[in-house]
T-cell receptor, first 113, second 112 residues
Framework: AAGVIQSPRHLIKEKRETATLKCYPI?????VYWYQQGPGQDPQFLIS???????DKGSIPDRFSAQQFSDYHSELNMSSLELGDSALYFC????????????FGNGTRLTVT | EDKVVQSPLSLVVHEGDTVTLNCSYE??????LLWYKQEKKAPTFLFML????IEKKSGRLSSILDKKELFSILNITATQTGDSAVYLC????????????FGKGTLLTVNP
């Protein structure tokens, strides 16, 4: 069965650079969530989209932005990267119309040097 | 603020043991409680619970929700080394804009 696809798998950037992470949800899923997980931490909710509109916002820094496109894929744009942004970034998708659980992608590991 | 608390934080057992992981929560507009298993990468979905008192089972794993006392347990019987992972409890809450709040997880280590 198709899963949530994230790219790239690994990304190394320097401080103050920008990064773009991509997420392709499971087909027919209309809701996308972004989570940030630091080492040994639980996933922290960043932002979510439903039907291409932002539906909820968590602890997402102002330096980050995200959007969901017409094909339902989503991109997380991160600017002025800081060392503390180094983490695993997960995307998850679900079908909001029903009581469906979130399914996670394998994540993008971002390292800021 | 929504809160999800898991216990214990860490657990070490021997193969064949039975373990019980706990998750308690305080959220506004509860929708569902989910259990995930996280090994090296993405959390993988185990169970979704929405109704009290109905046990969900999958092989050696089972889970039940108590919406009155606001907690859930995840049981694993006859543990195997492959069960070693972080088990995350998450609660889905909210109205039209809902979100998932995770607990800190329970690190389970199963020794041969």
């Amino acid at each position: 069965a198709a899963g949530v696809i994230q790219s790239p798998r690994h990304l190394i950037k320097e401080k103050r650079e920008t990064a773009t992470l991509k997420c392709y949800p499971i087909p027919r899923h209309d809701t996308v969530y972004w989570y940030q997980q630091g080492p040994g931490q639980d996933p922290q909710f960043l932002i979510s989209f439903y039907e291409k509109m932002q539906s909820d916002k968590g602890s997402i820094p102002d330096r980050f932005s995200a959007q969901q496109f017409s094909d339902y894929h989503s991109e997380l744009n991160m600017s002025s990267l800081e060392l503390g942004d180094s983490a695993l970034y997960f995307c998850a998708s679900s079908f909001k119309g029903y009581n469906s659980p979130l399914h996670f992608g394998n994540g993008t590991r971002l390292t800021v040097t | 603020e929504d809160k999800v608390v898991q216990s214990p934080l860490s657990l070490v057992v021997h193969e064949g043991d039975t373990v019980t992981l706990n998750c308690s929560y305080e959220v506004t507009n509860f929708r569902s409680l989910l259990w995930y298993k996280q090994e090296k990468k993405a959390p993988t979905f185990l169970f979704m619970l929405t109704s009290s008192g109905i046990e969900k089972k999958s092989g050696r794993l089972s889970s039940i929700l108590d919406k009155k006392e606001l907690f859930s347990i995840l049981n694993i019987t006859a543990t195997q080394t492959g069960d070693s992972a972080v088990y995350l409890c998450a609660v889905e809450s909210g109205g039209s804009n809902y979100k998932l709040t995770f607990g800190k997880g329970t690190l389970l280590t199963v020794n041969p």
